[in-house]
Nanobody, 120 residues
Framework: QVQLVESGGGLVQPGGSLRLSCAASGSIFSINAWGWYRQAPGKQRELVAAIPSGGSTNYAGSVKGRFTISRDNLKNTVYLQMNSLKPEDTAVYYC??????????????WGQGTQVTISS
């Protein structure tokens, strides 16, 4: 199985920055795509950013120009650099990995979530 461990959440003031990390471990052959999602209280989980193996990135309109997703394939890690944070960015952030195990079976895994709170 594959485990994803997130880190980097916390409390910051509006306009501040945070960098989230998510490291995958387990019997991984390859990770095809990473995604960062978030879920605010009372709202559905939404895609924030995604990066496939080809390297092209996708962002939700609300974060475009402020957030940057990147990946380190050697470390099986994905990052989310979040700048110019706003109170509406407050949510639990989850990473997701989609890939192939060493058994050549497909996997899809979620992290446990990390809280991001933007408040003065």
């Amino acid at each position: 199985q594959v485990q994803l461990v997130e880190s980097g959440g916390g409390l910051v003031q509006p306009g501040g920055s945070l960098r989230l990390s998510c490291a995958a471990s387990g019997s991984i052959f390859s990770i095809n795509a990473w995604g960062w999602y978030r879920q605010a209280p009372g709202k559905q989980r939404e895609l924030v950013a995604a990066i496939p193996s080809g390297g092209s990135t996708n962002y939700a309109g609300s974060v475009k120009g402020r957030f940057t997703i990147s990946r380190d394939n050697l470390k099986n890690t994905v990052y989310l650099q979040m700048n110019s944070l706003k109170p509406e960015d407050t949510a639990v952030y989850y990473c997701n990995a989609d890939g192939v195990l060493t058994t050549l079976r497909h996997f899809g895994s979620w992290g446990q979530g990390t809280q991001v709170t933007i408040s003065s």
